[in-house]
């Protein structure tokens, strides 16, 4: 049996609402300081603040994150136009959190390493916010293999530089392999989401998950390279033929987590350039400005979607409950 597996599917685990945390020692803590957030469970009152989170949308940059938050509060019509959403996490620099309504937008910063630290906290807070029925969307950019630059790729499956569906931690020195399955109908819906979007060409498919930029994605520009452009090129054949698509740098760690926490969740990354053609970026700034909000249309197109469909569905189920009342009466 795959390494870590078997524990974790088996070992003790709390669950809250279909969020689900594998730490038996957090119900012996008196407070959970959440750091990098500055949030804490003595200090805040999570549940309240947070408790009514249906959708939460991670990306790299606090500026996009921000910039989602005043999209989908306009779409949504939660807010004035005019708002200036605070940031929730304003007492660090680490990350940036904001909300309105049912909407939580969180920066996770760049790589494994700075994204897993900021799931470890946000799935702690969803837990002790008690939330349920949590849907979570990494939002970004990204490179493409053998796609028109501009390509909006939404995550089959999340695989290593070596082409393989896993997550692997080194934990006590031990090698603990995790899986990186995505929720399937959720790349589905959010693929029938951008079918209404107009021209923005969107695909299902693997996405490559690197622990670099440069050497780790094959790069010829970086301050070291000690392959050619032809050992370059063979390796991007192979990944096109393992059905890679695009390449970034947080998925593995991203859809590992959630499974472990039950939490639904898909990857919407936009390519920014075909890596088979080039390395560097030659778009100029305002086509690469449209190129990064496709993922946030596609993924505010889902929300508004979801939110009205509960609405519709709230609204039939209460006429029918008058008419019985009603019927009752009579």
């Not at 279909?18 to 469970?41: C, R, S």
């Not at 079918?195 to 050497?215: P, Q, S, W």
């Not at 780790?216 to 096109?240: H, I, P, V």
Request: hydrophobic content about 35%; some cysteine.
């Amino acid at each position: 049996m795959t390494p870590g597996f078997n524990d974790e599917k088996n070992g003790a685990g709390v669950s809250c609402n279909n969020v689900l945390v594998h730490n038996p020692n957090l119900d012996a803590m008196k407070e959970d300081i959440l750091y990098h957030f500055h949030l804490g469970t003595a200090t805040h009152d999570l549940p309240a603040m947070f408790g009514d989170v249906k959708f939460v949308c991670v990306g790299g940059s606090p500026w996009r994150m921000k910039a989602f938050i005043e999209y989908i509060g306009r779409e949504l019509g939660l807010a004035d136009p005019k708002t200036d959403y605070p940031n929730i996490c304003a007492g660090t620099d680490r990350y940036a959190m904001y909300k309105v309504g049912p909407v939580l937008s969180v920066s996770h910063g760049m790589g494994i390493p700075s994204i897993a630290i900021m799931l470890h906290e946000l799935i702690k807070l969803l837990y002790h916010a008690r939330c349920t029925d949590v849907t979570v969307v990494r939002i970004g950019t990204s490179g493409g293999i053998g796609l028109k630059p501009g390509t909006v790729v939404i995550t089959k499956q999340s695989v290593d530089a070596c082409f393989q569906p896993r997550f692997e931690q080194v934990i006590l020195g031990k090698p603990v392999v995790r899986s990186t399955e995505l929720d399937s109908d959720l790349a589905e819906e959010l693929l029938q989401c951008s079918k209404n979007l107009g021209d923005m060409e969107t695909v299902i498919a693997n996405t490559m998950c690197t622990m670099d930029f440069y050497e780790g994605q094959a790069r010829l520009d970086g301050a070291f390279c000690s392959y050619t452009e032809e050992d370059k090129q063979n390796y991007l054949k192979e990944a096109y033929a393992a059905g890679v698509r695009n390449i970034e740098m947080e998925s593995s760690v991203f859809a590992a987590m959630c499974k472990l926490s039950h939490l639904k969740a898909a990857v919407v990354c936009v390519t920014l350039l075909d890596r088979q053609k080039g390395d560097q970026l030659t778009s100029s700034h305002d086509v690469l400005q449209d190129y990064q909000q496709r993922p946030q249309l596609l993924v505010g197109h889902f929300i508004k979607r979801r939110l009205n469909a509960k609405n519709k569905g709230f609204s039939s189920s209460s006429s029918s409950s008058h008419g019985v009342d009603k019927a009752k009466t009579s």
